[in-house]
């Protein structure tokens, strides 16, 4: 076992490698083992999702407070603007339509122009592409023409 050793050392060698056998604590039962990592994992597991529950809780309560301060602060706010928007609104005339387009689809067309540049501009009349009185349509059609726009943009 020990190969070219004397055999007092051989004996004194054996006989500490077995104390050292019998000195050691038996290892537990796989069940054991088994049982304390899914107990210690699906305790973690319900401690972070209790940590998440009461973090939720407490950013939707800052938010619905939050909300509810500037609700308040721009109610007066909001009520002494609206008057004045409704009367601009009502003393501007309707934009030309040509090619018969529905009145709703001038109204979004409006509404869009006016939301993106802060109401500055107003729309004076709608063509459609290709109508009487429109530029002549690309031949390339919408697809190539936004190629084109694309990869000649930074010219």
């Given at each position: 076992?020990?190969?070219?050793?004397p055999a007092a050392a051989?004996?004194?060698?054996?006989?500490?490698?077995?104390?050292?056998?019998?000195?050691?604590?038996?290892?537990?039962?796989?069940?054991?083992?088994?049982?304390?990592?899914?107990?210690?994992?699906?305790?973690?597991?319900?401690?972070?999702?209790?940590?998440?529950?009461?973090?939720?809780?407490?950013?939707t309560s800052l938010d619905?407070?939050?909300?509810?301060?500037?609700?308040?602060?721009?109610?007066?706010?909001?009520?002494?603007?609206?008057?004045?928007?409704?009367?601009?609104?009502?003393?501007?005339?309707?934009?030309?339509?040509?090619?018969?387009?529905?009145?709703?689809?001038?109204?979004a067309i409006a509404a869009?122009?006016?939301?993106?540049?802060?109401?500055?501009?107003?729309?004076?009349?709608?063509?459609?592409?290709?109508?009487?009185?429109?530029?002549?349509?690309?031949?390339?059609?919408?697809?190539?023409?936004?190629?084109?726009?694309?990869?000649?943009?930074?010219?």
């Amino acid at each position: 076992m020990f190969g070219s050793m004397p055999a007092a050392a051989t004996a004194v060698l054996a006989a500490r490698w077995a104390a050292a056998a019998a000195a050691q604590k038996p290892e537990p039962a796989i069940a054991t083992v088994v049982a304390t990592g899914l107990i210690l994992v699906f305790g973690i597991l319900f401690l972070l999702y209790f940590i998440l529950l009461a973090e939720g809780r407490l950013f939707t309560s800052l938010d619905k407070k939050k909300t509810a301060k500037e609700e308040a602060q721009t109610s007066g706010v909001a009520s002494a603007t609206r008057a004045p928007v409704a009367s601009v609104a009502a003393a501007t005339a309707a934009p030309a339509v040509g090619g018969g387009l529905q009145p709703h689809v001038v109204a979004a067309i409006a509404a869009a122009v006016a939301e993106a540049d802060g109401g500055k501009y107003t729309v004076a009349s709608i063509v459609p592409l290709g109508g009487a009185g429109a530029p002549a349509a690309s031949r390339r059609g919408r697809w190539g023409q936004a190629g084109v726009v694309q990869h000649t943009e930074p010219f």
